[in-house]
């Protein structure tokens, strides 16, 4: 069991920037698949973005130019750094982890989310304008 927890979500304005954390206490990350989705309520959690290993990112269609996904250099925190936030990404952000390998957006969309045992208990992102 890896006890995920994410942290760093709120309410701000459009525009803005936010940094999402997600640890576990005493886990490193670098040899797994880890990922952020999100969700909205009455739609399907949707992957966002993923890193592997700690080196190879993936982000879904329209994310890679305001959303940088990364671990820190202990890979023990994993980030999801948003910016310039806008009201479509108000969403409960979850990390999740899985054994490292097919770990693109792609296959993770195929795989779908029984793949994934691990998630956290989400953090709540609202941007208003």
């Known amino acids: 069991q890896v006890p995920l927890v994410e942290s760093g979500g709120g309410s701000l304005q459009a525009g803005g920037s936010l940094n999402l954390s997600c640890t576990a206490s005493?886990?490193?990350?670098?040899?797994?698949?880890m990922a952020w989705f999100r969700q909205v309520p009455g739609k399907e959690r949707e992957p966002v973005a993923s890193?592997?290993?700690?080196?190879?990112?993936s982000y879904a269609s329209g994310m890679v130019d305001r959303f940088a996904i990364f671990l820190d250099n202990t890979k023990t925190t994993l980030n999801l750094h948003i910016e310039n936030l806008q009201p479509e990404d108000s969403a409960m952000y979850y990390c999740?982890?899985?054994?490292?390998?097919?770990?693109?957006?792609?296959?993770?969309?195929?795989?779908?989310?029984?793949?994934?045992?691990?998630w956290g208990q989400g953090t709540q992102v609202t941007a208003s304008t």
């Open positions: 999740a982890a899985k054994a490292p390998g097919r770990c693109t957006i792609a296959s993770i969309r195929r795989a779908g989310l029984t793949a994934w045992p691990y």
């Open positions: 005493g886990y490193s990350f670098g040899g797994y698949c």
């Open positions: 890193i592997d290993r700690g080196e190879s990112q």
